[in-house]
């Protein structure tokens, strides 16, 4: 185990109502150097699988707790990455990815949050939600899909439901990868020139780049709305990847840390079972 | 990517009518030292990421290729530590893990096959079965629970849907992590003396190693019955985790190789796009 870090990543990068945003290419917190934090994401690593494998004890020894690490950004932010190199480090068995796209025509039937529901965490594991129900308080309102006393009210509807989530043993972790237009703008070049990333690209992601400001106007009223203390928002400045991954894995150390996930006690007494280990001997 | 290797790892585990398996303890394929065993998986890491990515962009692009692998093995073989040192290579994006248990009320209700299509790979994953239908063949057997002529059937039962799962695209790996009684005597005494690993141990794990032969029977029979052209068994000899971690790994390599995974064509023209991204520029 990692020495105990005295600087709170959850408190430097927590926003809400009346909170600003650190600039996506700043270091407000944590290494600002690329091998130093490299470095430190490994270290991390044994630290944040310790800590997942005693939230999944705890969940087989009968335990109601999970995470769930909400990611939600701009395309190319880097959600995908931020599973991969962060969720990575982790035992796959005790994770559970659900990556929300477009409704189906089935999902447009159903309120919002039936298909975010049917892939909640169960005790002991870390769900991941790539997009969200948050996509609901975005894309229809930017797009004007639907009337805005329609969106206006998911606020509301969304922290009951998280509220729900926290009754029900599941922490909620809410991260916004902050990226740049700029950076946006190498990063979808770059999947446009690399033969390798092409398919990573949709021709539909330069219209939601054409309305940047809608978005971003839409996002802080996410925060204003839904940053609560039971379910705050971070704001990851996102335009550097190796930086990226070192807070998001610190957001997930200092999180599971403060649940305190305890090994079951066991319900048999080792000493008895070690004894009737030797007597049923070797078969064969 | 790693150079090409000239040795087949299927070759020398898949088993079936006739076959035997090589010993627990014994490294009949690849590197029997433990210092070469875990570079050479850290290699293969970055080839099977690769690979996986190519396969889960072949998916987003419209394909409908996955993988299945199924992990079977007496209790203590190592099929958590499998998952985490091995798919642990991989974007946990692109992996979808279900454990089966013993069934609970409600499963035991419907067909055995029921909760198993429910946790299927969609294209583009590797789903990963951590025990499997196959238990349906072994624990009703040995522990008498269902009539023979019952659990007979279910072999061409498991044949057919396996052929099914492969004409929808998925291809079906099946392992068997191999261990010896004397290696399981250790193992649940590790995890009887050691206080963190206490919470994975379970009394009832005594009775299914005091009947250590019919299992061993039962799955000879499995072997006999359902190592298919189509959906073949491999025997990992897994006394020592080191070595099985680099076969299995190898064993996902050389079949994901085979299926040769193709990133999607664009269906947009990149020039285009480079010149209406230019269009679009940089808001605010």
Partial sequence: MAKK??????DALRIGKGTERHDPGTF??????KPKALKDLLDSGGRLAKLQEALYAEGVGGGNRSLLLVLQGMDTSGKGGTVGHVLGLVNPMGVRYAGFKKPT???RRHHYLWRIRKQLPVPGQIGVFDRSHYEDVLVPRVQ???PAAEWRKRYAEINAFEQELADAGTTVVKVFLDISPEEQLRRLKARLETPAKRWKYNPADLDARAQWNDYQQAYADI?????TTTAPWYAVPA????????????????????MGPKFPQADFDPETELKKLEGVGVPG
């Fill in 223 to 227: 925060f204003t709305k839904t940053s």
């Fill in 28 to 33: 407000p917190v944590g290494p600002h150097k």
């Fill in 144 to 146: 004007k899909l639907v």
């Fill in 105 to 107: 025509a089935t999902e």
């Fill in 5 to 10: 870090d005295h600087v709170s990543v959850r």
């Fill in 239 to 258: 335009d550097h990847k190796w930086y990226r991954n070192w807070l998001v894995a610190r957001l997930l150390i200092e999180t599971i840390e403060e």
